[in-house]
C-alpha cells in the first residue's frame, strides 16, 4: 500500500513562492513514499488559444523560466508520477493544429529535463484513480468524476474546488477528493479571472493505503508559510 503526495495544479512559473516547500514539508510529515502531480504542471500562456496578456514572456522566454522552475520540482521529487494536464498537452495541441506529426515532437521529459518522471494521463493506485480533471467541472467536480468512475477519485483542475467527500453501499466505500492548487493568481497568466469573486485554494493531499487527508497551505499573515503576496489571502 503506498503513502501518495498528491500535488496539485502549479502552472509553472506562476506557483506560489512557498507551495514547494509546502509539499515536501507534507512529504516528510506524513512519511509518504509516492509523488502525483494532478497535472498542468506548466501554463504555457504564450501559446494559448485564448486572448493572451501582453506583459508575460514569448514563448522562447516563457519555456526558459518555465524550465529552471520546473527543475526545482523535479529535484525535490525526482521519481514523481505526472497526470497530463490541459495547459501540459498544449504543445501538443498547437502542433495538431498545424499537422505535425507526433513523430517530430518531443517528450514531455526531453522537453522540461525530468527523465525520471513518468507521465499519463491517469493513473491507479490503491483502487483510486488520480487524473487531472479535464471535462469536470461544477461546485464538487471530483463528485461528479466520480460518478462517471464509480471509484475513488482524486484530481486537480479547478483551481477555486478543495475538499472531500464520501459516498458509501454496503459493499465499499469511496471519496471525491479535490486537491486545490498551488498557483499564484495576482500573476497576468490569470488576468482572465480577476473579475471573479472565488479565489484559489492553496492545498495539496494525502492519501494513505487509500485514505484521503486534505491539507490546506498555511499562507495566512503569521502563517509558516505567509509570501508576503499582495492582494487576499487566498
Known sequence: ??????????????????????????????????????????????????????????????????????????????????????????????ANSVSIPE?????????????????????????????HGTGNGGIYPACNAVRKMLMSVCMGHNHTASGIKWYANPQQRIFALDVGCGIDDTKMAFAYGHHMKQRSIISAAVILDGIPYLEIAPIGRGETHYDKRKGNLC
Open 103 to 131: 513523430e517530430f515532437i518531443k517528450s514531455y521529459n526531453e522537453i522540461w529535463g525530468t527523465p525520471l518522471w513518468q507521465w499519463q494521463h491517469e493513473w491507479i493506485v490503491d483502487n483510486v484513480y488520480y487524473f
Open 1 to 94: 500500500m503506498s503513502r501518495v503526495l498528491a500535488i496539485g495544479d502549479i502552472h509553472l512559473p506562476w506557483d506560489r513562492p512557498k507551495y514547494l516547500q509546502f509539499c515536501k514539508d507534507l512529504y516528510e510529515e506524513w512519511d509518504c513514499n509516492e509523488v502525483i502531480f494532478l497535472g498542468d504542471i506548466v501554463d504555457w500562456h504564450s501559446i494559448s488559444f485564448h486572448d493572451k496578456q501582453p506583459e508575460c514572456p514569448a514563448p522562447l522566454d516563457e519555456y526558459q523560466k518555465t524550465k529552471q522552475a520546473v527543475k526545482k520540482y523535479y529535484d525535490a521529487f525526482p521519481n514523481a508520477r505526472v497526470c497530463i494536464g490541459n495547459h501540459d498537452e498544449r504543445i501538443i495541441r498547437l
